[in-house]
């Protein structure tokens, strides 16, 4: 008769450890989740309020929704019969894919070059990309809406404007982040593929790329939340035509005296519902990618 093996029940002493046999801080654990509760309120609260009539919004708070009442779906009804909220919602995926898309594909070859090939002046360059994550976007909106308006390439207002944008201001924190994470990658595997003669195309495509998709699909998410709720750089250099994104479609509900405020919370639920499907499907990328390209720089 073969003898199984039993699991061992936990003891005292394994039950505060984590899998990886370190033990679990008791500050931690009650800190980690009081934030996430504090968090969430805020969420909760815009949650309720977009429910609730404009009367009742302002006349009593969202957490005594419950006794107060107030009840009503007319905020969302007016928001999704919105003819422009249709548009909106496509306009925002088609400026966010390639926005998003872009840099990373820059930022990946740029930092290929910076881990695994020698040129001239490779560290003074990588410096200096760096050091423009520090200088504020708000300083070149002027220079770009000469470049892009009537008197440059007049191209103000088209959705090529803000990709532009996007890739310009994302790539460098794109770099900083793969570079850093391939830095940490087996120089071995790329060594082993040079002296069986792949180029750095195919030694990047077919080595590089793959290992490093946890980084980049990290990236990926915060890109894509920062374009997707992005109001300034839409609102500056695309404007409310044809092609206004969903935020900016939000931020024109709201007239100067507060008018549709109750319209203004149900859109902002209607306008989450793409970044959540984004989110919590590369949510497993995020820290491990983050945290990774923070080890080796």
Do not use: C
């Not at 931690?28 to 989740?33: E, H, K, L, R, S």
């Not at 994302?170 to 120089?187: E, F, I, Q, S």
């Not at 490093?212 to 990290?218: F, Q, R, W």
């Not at 005296?257 to 793409?274: C, K, N, P, R, Y």
Request: net charge positive; hydrophobic share 55%; proline share 5%.
């Amino acid at each position: 008769m073969s003898a199984t093996t039993r699991t061992p029940a936990p003891t005292a002493s394994t039950r505060g450890t984590m899998a990886d046999g370190r033990r679990r801080s008791p500050l931690a654990m009650i800190v980690m989740p009081l934030l996430a509760l504090l968090w969430t309120v805020p969420t909760l609260g815009l949650l309720v309020t977009s429910f609730r009539t404009r009367e009742a919004a302002a006349t009593s708070g969202w957490w005594s929704a419950l006794t107060q009442g107030g009840w009503t779906l007319d905020n969302y009804a007016q928001v999704l019969g919105s003819a422009s909220m249709g548009t909106s919602l496509v306009n925002s995926i088609v400026v966010a894919v390639p926005a998003t898309v872009l840099p990373i594909m820059f930022a990946a070859f740029a930092a290929y070059a910076f881990t695994f090939m020698e040129f001239r002046g490779k560290d003074l360059l990588f410096i200096v990309i760096v050091a423009l994550m520090v200088v504020p976007i708000q300083v070149a909106f002027q220079p770009m809406l000469d470049l892009l308006g009537p008197r440059g390439l007049g191209i103000n207002g088209q959705f090529v404007a803000v990709w532009l944008l996007h890739t310009g201001f994302g790539m460098p924190l794109a770099v900083y982040t793969l570079r850093n994470y391939m830095a940490t990658l087996p120089g071995s595997v790329v060594e082993s593929a040079k002296i069986d003669g792949a180029s750095h195309f195919q030694t990047f495509w077919r080595l590089v790329a793959p290992m490093s998709s946890p980084a980049i699909a990290a990236f990926a998410t915060l890109q894509f939340l920062w374009v997707w709720n992005d109001l300034l750089i839409a609102k500056l250099f695309i404007g409310g035509g044809a092609n206004t994104t969903i935020i900016v479609d939000l931020q024109q509900m709201l007239g100067t005296q507060d008018q549709g405020a109750e319209l203004l919370t149900a859109g902002a639920f209607i306008s989450m519902v793409v970044p959540m499907i984004v989110f919590f499907s590369l949510q497993r990328f995020l820290v491990r990618g983050m945290t990774s390209g923070a080890v080796k720089g």
